[in-house]
Nanobody, 115 residues
């Protein structure tokens, strides 16, 4: 499984960004896809995940501001981020987890929220 994330950038507080993650390879074994982020000096943390059946889980810190979705026809995962805050600044990583709990990671995309 290969994952290619894009869409990061510099945005002012209160602004919006949409991250995309294109997936390719052996996808039938994927049970869930999600977004993680890692800020300097912090551990990587889960932002949002969408499961095979469509259920989603979103971290409390971004609930009501971030939305995870997918386009199965395009094999693409999205993260819509609204009302961004400086504390959302991090490198965002796309993740895919197989039914055997094997993790696949894309290269990160930098999101910087600053005025």
């Amino acid at each position: 499984v290969q994952l290619q994330a894009c869409g990061g950038g510099l945005v002012q507080p209160g602004g919006s960004l949409r991250l995309s993650c294109a997936a390719s390879g052996t996808l039938f074994s994927i049970d869930a896809m999600g977004w993680y982020r890692q800020a300097p000096g912090h551990e990587r943390e889960l932002v949002a995940v969408i499961f095979r059946g469509g259920d989603t889980t979103v971290a409390d810190s971004v609930k009501g501001r971030f939305t995870i979705s997918r386009d199965n026809a395009k094999n693409t995962l999205y993260l819509e981020m609204n009302n961004l805050k400086p504390e959302d600044t991090a490198v965002y990583y796309c993740n895919a987890r197989s039914v055997r709990r094997m993790d696949f990671w894309g290269k990160g995309t930098q999101v910087t929220v600053s005025s």
